[in-house]
């Protein structure tokens, strides 16, 4: 059985650590084709490999794999922020990416934009410095 991967997700933590798709394929005792084949999204690692991998990455299993989950508890969190169950200040970051099981920068462009609402901040807040021409790809399409 196959695990799936989000191929940004892989390559984003893959750039983060420095490594090129050759790299990590020796290093977690891969083919270079294997690894540009999960990277293009045509393939999928076996569940020990994907572990390797997020060995090797430096990262959580979770922290590959779609964000489709996150989706999901982030569309619950909007309900219960909704109905004033729960509250978040822009310094409940680190809450809600746990909430989310994931790196609230991993998300996509839609998610990241209601995580800033959610927090009652700006999406540039959520990022890492220097990803300013994501924030402005960002703006040009909420205009």
Do not use: H, W, Y
Not at 32 to 49: D, H, I, T, Y
Not at 80 to 91: C, E, H, I, N, R
Not at 99 to 121: F, I, R
């Amino acid at each position: 059985m196959r695990t799936p991967v989000d191929p940004q997700r892989l390559a984003r933590r893959r750039v983060e650590r420095g490594l090129s798709q050759n790299a990590l394929a020796q290093a977690i005792g891969a083919s270079k084709q294997l690894v540009s084949a999960v990277s293009c999204g045509r393939a999928s690692f076996s569940p020990e490999m994907l572990g390797k991998v997020a060995e090797v990455l430096e990262c959580e299993i979770a922290d590959l794999l779609p964000v489709d989950e996150a989706r999901d508890r982030l569309k619950q969190l909007v309900e219960l922020v909704a109905a004033g169950t729960v509250s978040f200040s822009p310094g409940d970051l680190g809450k809600v990416a746990e909430a989310l099981g994931c790196d609230v920068a991993d998300l996509p462009p839609e998610d990241l934009a209601t995580v800033a609402e959610l927090l009652g901040c700006g999406i540039a807040d959520l990022l890492p410095a220097g990803e300013t021409e994501l924030v402005r790809t960002l703006s040009r399409g909420a205009a």
